[in-house]
């Protein structure tokens, strides 16, 4: 088991707990049986292990073609997970370039905009050393960041200015934080400035999961419970709208795109223009890997392990 990791104070916190906000909406609430839970659970493991070891033959196929796979193979993780997916809104053609952005609930938020809108995503450098899925991280071309240092967040935006100038596609969580889907954080401005020297636009994407709570992977929440959690959910749906790409053009700076990406990404709430920074306020501790979902201080892109810790995932600073 790794040891817990010290929360960087500059970091986005979110309030979600798991007792509080992942559990299942009540005692009364529809569930799978436990023998319908490990048999999704199995199938679903299954299908993620499959797309692991067939994913170096793919490496030969056209751009095109492992494109469709990798659609395909992300859309049959989630259905074997028990999970229902709804597109509303027309996904964008995959030609062009495009920085497609969006809330943060759930691990689970991979594969689906894997099967939707398919893109080299972000994450935390820590992915790149784990058992299997590290390797599939890597074959899909994510661009990883060292979250702990602030001084690699320009080579990191560089790397997504890069993918985007040739014509690629990115997708990254600006919240910097997994939320339980009642709320979210504030869209970091960082990953945005990517768009802006490239004139690329701007994808927003809402995702929600119905009913609330099963999906949602937040605070000291493990990668166990959370599988178990869903598998075990009866009729779950994630819902995916797509709203009008927004032109980089069209805003003068970062933050004004950031804001207005989160503006399109959740409607009802008020973005406040100025929003102050996250600065440190205690020494910097010594930081150790680990695997569980984000604590109040932390996020995802988990491990495949079960023991509960404090790790980040991307963490987007200003």
């Not at 899909?140 to 320009?154: A, K």
């Not at 985007?164 to 979210?184: D, H, I, K, N, Y």
């Not at 959690?229 to 790409?245: F, G, H, K």
Request: charged share 15%; glycine share 8%; with cysteine.
């Amino acid at each position: 088991m790794s040891a817990p990791t010290a929360p960087s104070p500059w970091l986005p916190t979110a309030p979600c707990t798991p007792g509080r906000c992942a559990a299942h909406p009540g005692p009364d609430a529809p569930r799978a049986t436990a023998a319908r839970g490990a048999l999704r659970l199995a199938t679903g493991l299954t299908t993620v292990l499959l797309g692991v070891l067939l994913a170096p033959l793919a490496a030969p196929l056209p751009p095109a073609w492992r494109l469709l796979l990798v659609r395909c193979w992300c859309r049959a993780v989630v259905r074997a997970f028990g999970v229902r997916i709804r597109v509303h809104g027309r996904a964008v053609p995959p030609a062009g370039p495009l920085l497609v952005v969006a809330n943060h609930v759930s691990w689970l938020d991979v594969p689906l905009l894997a099967a939707v809108l398919p893109g080299r995503m972000v994450a935390k450098r820590e992915v790149r050393g784990w058992p299997l899925l590290g390797r599939l991280a890597a074959f899909g071309g994510t661009l990883f960041i060292d979250r702990d240092r602030l001084r690699s967040l320009p080579g990191t935006v560089g790397a997504m200015s890069c993918v985007l100038a040739g014509g690629g596609r990115v997708v990254v969580f600006p919240e910097g934080s997994t939320w339980c889907g009642r709320g979210g954080g504030a869209f970091r401005p960082a990953a945005f400035q990517a768009a802006v020297d490239t004139g690329s636009d701007v994808q927003p994407v809402r995702i929600a999961y119905r009913p609330v709570g099963p999906a949602a992977f937040v605070g000291d929440d493990t990668l166990g419970a959370s599988l178990w959690r869903i598998a075990t959910a009866r009729r779950l749906v994630a819902d995916l709208w797509i709203s009008d790409p927004l032109s980089s053009t069209h805003h003068p700076d970062r933050r004004a795109l950031a804001r207005a990406a989160e503006t399109a990404v959740h409607p009802h709430r008020q973005v406040h223009p100025h929003r102050p920074r996250l600065l440190p306020a205690v020494p910097r501790q010594p930081t150790v890997a680990s695997d569980s979902a984000n604590r109040p201080s932390s996020s995802v892109h988990q491990r495949a392990s079960v023991s509960p810790a404090s790790a980040s995932s991307l963490r987007t600073p200003s």
